[in-house]
């Protein structure tokens, strides 16, 4: 019986997609990380447990995590109703949508393959079909897209590009179809959807501009009658509902992210985002020493060479590619794309501590992906099979392997922790989430040589409060305490240590240390309401008995629904033997705290000792 080609062909997306979570099952036996955002995103909010209205409300209105993304926030409520907290079930979820973009990706590459050998029906389609499908493959088994699949808070990205790649299906539709309009609209509403699932497709204009140049070729002409000629504005109104689309999620972005961006001047920034263009780079020729941190340059290293002349590599790249633009057009368009979808989280505006991340190169890697299929396929045509097949299966069979093991890195904090280390071991952030993760572990012997190796790299008051901490939980009262202090010489202001500082000593006995630490705190910050508290609790006990009282109004002035300090007024008060004072604090922190039993005891013994009414 005859093999059917053409069926064999139409099951390439299923074989993807198959292959895809072949490759990542390891990530089904993954927990999740604990790193900050799967512990606020998962753990430290229940309001996406479920999609009734009320969770659905908050999923469309919220920009917790400084982002705007409700649909992402709708897979993790199926997720959840479909799993509960089972970390397999987040996991699955993020695969499916990893292996749909895949085969997505295939129907991408084999259109545009196809539309740019319009002048050239000799052409096979089988080989169309097979340059797809290595596109799709290297896309889908480049270990640069583990975080995206294995971390279930990066999901974002995955749920944004599949929106993103059905809009370009449907936009790659649209300019020969009978039905153009319908597609178009098609185009505007899924590009919407992603944009609901994450704001990363804010350049993505950019990209369908490029591919109007090439392969859709719908600029023709010459001059000026190409850009703006009648044809040519069609093309262009088309874009007004992607650039408003576009526009809006900026403003969202920026609104989410008020307050946590560094630096908003891009001309100050141009040496970190030619970095970040050429990791991304790098890290796709070369896929090796992936983690979810990376060292961040310092000042000194941007300055200096060779990281002071890649924005020159970057400008002359680009200029030869435009000059080239004729003999190569497919080249220009993958790498157009490339930056325009890079450029918004290069740095060029600087926020966060991380400079580059893995799951940012998600959709540029399917377009480097793209290109390198057409590449493929032309050195295919040219009769030299053997060598492209054999080039062909070792780069997915290599890419499949490190994908492989870069899943399992993700199996556990502590795991995926010791590989930061490893890959950065100069970056404080990685010893610092080490040193968190051991001491979540009950390791905390451990975690103060992690600490110290932080401190040694960047000297910061958190690091020594986290530090002091270890050291404490160890018994070494007089280290601890000095890690404490060395935190509050650095900021004053750091109440935290003051508070962490005044609780050693306390424990220890030292009470007039912890009285002039909690002294110092509250000047240092007049409106450190539990401070004035904790200090009233410390001058009581030493009979400082007025002083303590004064502590204690000073905390309800500044906060007048604080049950505790009510309490411990209405018991200092009941002490001095000013009992219907007594009783009116309590009874005011009763009303404030009904559950303050410590409140209700107070209260029926003040009440017990008031003296008889006379007969």
């Known amino acids: 019986m005859p093999i059917d080609r053409s069926r064999l062909l139409s099951l390439l997306p299923l074989f993807i997609a198959l292959l895809t979570v072949l490759v990542f099952l390891p990530v089904l036996h993954n927990g999740f990380v604990g790193f900050a955002d799967d512990d606020n995103n998962l753990f430290r909010t229940t309001n996406y447990r479920g999609l009734g209205w009320a969770e659905l409300r908050w999923m469309f209105t919220t920009f917790y995590m400084t982002l705007y993304r409700p649909l992402t926030w709708v897979t993790y409520g199926f997720d959840y109703l479909l799993w509960g907290m089972n970390p397999a079930g987040f996991h699955a979820t993020s695969l499916l949508f990893h292996a749909a973009n895949a085969a997505l990706l295939y129907a991408i590459a084999l259109s545009l393959y196809r539309l740019a050998r319009r002048k050239d029906p000799a052409r096979g389609a089988t080989s169309d079909h097979l340059a797809a499908a290595l596109a799709a493959l290297l896309f889908a088994l480049h270990p640069i897209t583990v975080e995206t699949v294995a971390w279930v808070s990066a999901r974002g990205d995955a749920v944004a590009a599949l929106f993103i790649l059905v809009s370009v299906l449907c936009y790659l539709r649209a300019p020969e179809s009978a039905l153009r309009r319908r597609w178009l609209i098609a185009a505007w509403f899924f590009y919407a959807l992603s944009l609901l699932s994450k704001a990363g497709g804010v350049p993505y204009p950019i990209v369908l501009l490029a591919l109007d140049v090439y392969p859709l070729r719908r600029f023709r002409g010459e001059g000026k009658t190409k850009w703006f000629g009648s044809e040519a504005q069609h093309v262009w109104l088309e874009k007004l509902p992607f650039v408003v689309l576009s526009i ?230 007089d280290a601890a305490a000095a890690e404490y202090r060395a935190a509050v010489r650095m900021d004053p202001f750091f109440l935290a240590a003051r508070v962490s500082l005044g609780d050693l000593l306390v424990r220890h006995g030292r009470i007039d240390e912890a009285i002039a630490e909690y002294r110092d705190a509250v000047k240092a910050e007049p409106a450190f309401v539990e401070g004035h508290n904790n200090l009233g609790l410390l001058l009581a006990s030493r009979g400082k008995i007025d002083e303590a009282v004064g502590e204690y109004r000073e905390a309800i002035r500044l906060k007048p629904d604080f049950a505790l300090a009510h309490t411990n007024l209405g018991d200092t008060l009941l002490f001095q033997g000013k009992i219907p004072e007594a009783i009116t604090e309590l009874e005011t922190a009763v009303r404030l705290d009904p559950n303050l039993s410590s409140a209700k005891r107070s209260l029926e013994k003040a009440r017990a000792a008031l003296p008889s009414a006379p007969r």
């Open 248 to 477: 809006a999620a900026a403003l969202l972005a920026v609104v989410g992210k008020t307050g946590y961006i560094n630096d908003y001047r891009p001309w100050a920034n141009i040496t970190r985002s030619a970095y970040s263009l050429l990791f991304y780079l790098g890290k796709m020729a070369l896929p090796q020493n992936f983690s979810i941190i990376y060292p961040v340059p310092s000042p000194a290293e941007l300055a200096s060479w060779p990281i002071a002349a890649y924005p020159l590599l970057v400008t002359a790249v680009t200029v030869a590619i435009v000059l080239a633009r004729n003999r190569w057009p497919a080249l220009a368009t993958i790498w157009f794309s490339y930056l325009a979808l890079l450029l918004p989280v290069s740095g060029i505006v600087k926020y966060g501590y991380q400079l580059v991340s893995d799951r940012y190169a998600y959709l540029p890697l399917a377009m480097c992906a793209i290109g390198i299929g057409a590449l493929t396929l032309s050195i295919w045509e040219k009769s030299v099979r053997l060598a492209v097949l054999l080039a062909a299966t070792a780069a997915l069979v290599t890419l499949s392997f490190i994908t492989w093991k870069q899943t399992q890195i993700w199996h556990d904090p502590e795991r995926l922790f010791r590989r930061a280390v490893a890959v950065a071991p100069r970056s404080t952030l990685a010893h610092r989430y080490l040193a968190a993760t051991l001491m979540d572990e009950g390791r905390p012997e451990e975690a103060v040589v992690h600490y110290q190796r932080a401190l040694a790299l960047t000297d910061y008051p958190e690091g020594h409060l986290e530090l002091a901490d270890a050291l404490s939980l160890q018994g070494q009262t």
